[in-house]
């Protein structure tokens, strides 16, 4: 297999043959090339995702995996890093022909190289954050692409947006979520930087928090002279990369945003009304709104503003000119696929209504910041929460974070472990229960209304008694219902909604 980084300027009738097509990522970067001309094959498991919704909308199909995918008319193989090119068949195949292969970050950082691009980066929000400066993007006459993370559904339900303007330009704008994970991120050519947040996770690859946070300094570091970095001043280990950032490059121009930051981008006002996030930030008088929960949301908001007027007065334009267009783009942002989804909403036996929603939150944090913003935005509701904790590493590492991260719920139901292809479940002692027996030393020994049920749909049962149960006057509006976490406990909200 020949070793590359790079893709060829020109993919028009370039035949690319994506290993794993089905990944969030990759179909995102299939979106992109697609449109930039290449001939698009790929190959993935026959389970069907929500990104087989996107390559279909392109006219492709994901084949089997099989060396007969690839061909003499094969001219690269992007494939993503779940796959190992001496066990797939056909990275085995690509190999054996000499056909250059990329990692996707590799192919991404190679595409990022020839635009003025800007990475979404942190822990926690890089989906949100990115989704939402693509939205504000598309009330703004800038020449812009932007690739997301998951299926963001003010893009038309497709995990990238990309500008008429851009056609005409020479200087284009190109917006990525990029990932801390095996410094995948290095790979790609940053202009500027949103950095939303930092802290211990993925711990099977950075043993310490010492370990990711300096990742996340030499990804900043990549920032030519003069770069921006956008950070928020209201997160300890984004404030401490900053910190060490100014140390080593005194050149980049570091600009914080949320409550503790002094400028343009400092969050002054803020209050939930009628389901509504309302807020100003810094050099706007405009009120601004946002109809997605969780003070978090908001910070990330205030990320995208940022970087979109940085962006703006880098092609000469003044921000303030652009105060009712941001407002309008941050209004019609909803969020995407699996983050804070409202997938369905009914009436239970009684008359009340029931809404399901479902949300990626995986990591302590994020899972006790989204929690507490379903509490402020449906005060009116009762709480039940549906988790399941991903990665044996992570769950052992932050085991007494996650007992203490589901405060906002009402009631709350745990699982096995949901692991990944890169342990081995074996070479740990934690278990689903063992999160849950935290859980009840957390409350003092208090089992109510805290369930565990080693499978998803074992559960089922329970929940929907627990759904048609009568609600006290504290609860007017009805049930929330949340599946939470990056494993498959989806499934769970989907066959309630199925059986209503």
Same mark, same amino acid.
């Given at each position: ?5 790079s ?9 690319i043959?994506?290993?794993?097509i ?5 179909a ?7 449109h ?6 790929? !190959? ?8 087989d ?10 084949l089997? *995996?099989s ?12 494939y993503?890093?779940?796959?190992k ?5 056909? /990275?085995?195949?690509?190999q054996?022909?000499g056909?250059?292969c990329?990692?996707?970050t ?5 595409y990022s ?7 979404v980066c ?6 949100s954050?990115?989704g ?9 006459d ?13 893009? #038309? ?10 056609k ?7 917006v ?24 211990s ?26 770069g921006?970095?956008?950070?928020c001043?209201?997160?300890? #280990? ?6 060490i950032?100014?140390?080593?490059? !005194? ?14 981008y400092k ?12 807020f ?18 908001v910070?990330?908001?205030l ?17 303030l ?18 983050? !804070?989804e ?24 994020a899972?006790?910041t ?11 509701r ?10 044996y590493?992570?769950?052992?590492? /932050?085991?007494?974070? *996650? ?6 719920a009402?009631?709350?139901i ?5 692991? !990944? ?8 002692s934690i ?13 003092? #020994? ?6 565990? *049920?080693?499978e998803?749909?074992?559960a089922?049962t329970?929940?929907?008694? /627990?759904?048609?149960?009568?609600l ?12 939470? #976490? ?15």
């Amino acid at each position: 297999m020949e070793n590359t980084t790079s893709l060829p300027e020109n993919l028009s009738g370039l035949h690319i043959h994506f290993v794993g097509i089905k990944g969030t990522g990759m179909a995102a970067l299939v979106e992109i090339l697609y449109h930039k001309g290449a001939i698009i094959t790929g !190959s993935d498991v026959s389970e069907r995702f929500y990104t087989d919704e996107i390559i279909e909308k392109l006219g492709l199909k994901a084949l089997p *995996f099989s060396a007969n995918n690839i061909n003499d008319k094969v001219d690269y193989v992007i494939y993503s890093s779940a796959y190992k090119h001496d066990k797939n068949p056909d /990275l085995i195949e690509a190999q054996k022909r000499g056909i250059p292969c990329l990692l996707y970050t590799q192919a991404l950082g190679s595409y990022s190289s020839r635009a003025y691009s800007c990475g979404v980066c942190g822990v926690h929000g890089k989906t949100s954050t990115t989704g939402l400066v693509g939205t504000i993007l598309k009330e703004i006459d800038l020449p812009s692409q932007v690739l997301a993370g998951s299926i963001i559904n003010s893009f #038309g339900g497709t995990c990238t947006y990309t500008s008429p303007l851009i056609k005409n330009s020479e200087k284009s704008i190109f917006v990525a979520e990029t990932c801390e994970y095996q410094r995948h991120f290095m790979s790609f050519c940053p202009q500027k930087i949103i950095l939303t947040s930092v802290e211990s996770d993925h711990e099977d690859y950075y043993p310490t928090y010492n370990d990711i946070r300096d990742a996340f300094v030499d990804y900043v570091c990549k920032l030519p002279q003069d770069g921006d970095l956008i950070y928020c001043a209201d997160d300890k #280990g984004a404030c401490e990369v900053a910190e060490i950032v100014k140390t080593k490059r !005194s050149d980049i121009n570091l600009i914080p945003y949320g409550t503790k930051a002094d400028g343009d981008y400092k969050l002054t006002f803020g209050k939930v009304e009628n389901e509504e996030n309302r807020f100003k930030a810094g050099l706007f008088n405009k009120e601004m709104y946002l109809k997605m929960p969780g003070k978090h949301e908001v910070m990330d908001a205030l990320a995208a503003l940022a970087l979109v007027c940085q962006l703006l007065k880098e092609y000469g334009k003044n921000p303030l000119d652009y105060e009712k267009e941001i407002g309008l783009g941050l209004a019609k942002f909803s969020g995407g696929k699996r983050r !804070s989804e409202i997938v369905g909403q009914f009436k239970n036996k009684n008359g009340n209504s029931v809404l399901v929603i479902d949300d990626y939150g995986h990591h302590p944090t994020a899972v006790k910041t989204t929690l507490e913003g379903y509490r402020d935005f449906y005060k009116g509701r009762k709480i039940i929460v549906d988790f399941m904790s991903h990665t044996y590493s992570r769950t052992q590492a /932050l085991l007494k974070e *996650f007992a203490a991260c589901f405060d906002s719920a009402d009631i709350v139901i745990l699982h096995k472990i949901y692991s !990944s292809a890169r342990e081995n479940p074996a070479d740990f002692s934690i278990t689903g229960k063992t999160l849950y027996d935290e859980v009840v030393m957390y409350k003092n #020994g208090n089992k109510d209304n805290l369930y565990y *049920f080693e499978e998803i749909l074992d559960a089922k049962t329970l929940a929907e008694e /627990l759904l048609n149960k009568p609600l006290s006057s504290q609860y007017p509006d009805g049930y929330l219902f949340v599946t939470m #976490g990056a494993g498959d406990n989806w499934k769970l909200g989907k066959a309630i909604l199925e059986n209503k």
